[in-house]
């Protein structure tokens, strides 16, 4: 399976469209286009195929978990998590 294949599942399973992994990217400050997307969705016989680095699917996944979660917590934060500050 090829990252090409992970991110269409994803889509899929999701039901992202093309402004959704635009605005998740957008949030790991990894600026794509929608035409970038196409290139990433289409068939691999297609000439403007573009073959999903390892990258680009490493940022849409940090972007898809502060997505669903939302950003991530400060350390020095601990009333949100519940712990008890030992001071």
């Not at 790991?28 to 680009?56: I, T, W």
């Not at 502060?66 to 519940?82: F, L, Q, V």
């Amino acid at each position: 399976m090829t990252n090409n294949d992970i991110l269409k599942k994803l889509r899929v399973a999701l039901k992202l469209t093309n402004d959704d992994i635009v605005d998740i990217m957008k949030l790991v400050d990894f600026n794509v286009s929608k035409s970038e997307l196409g290139a990433l969705f289409r068939r691999e016989d297609h000439p403007k195929y573009m073959e999903c680095g390892d990258q680009f699917l490493r940022n849409f996944l940090n972007g898809l978990i502060i997505h669903m979660r939302g950003p991530a917590e400060e350390k020095g934060d601990k009333k949100k998590t519940g712990q008890k500050d030992e001071s």
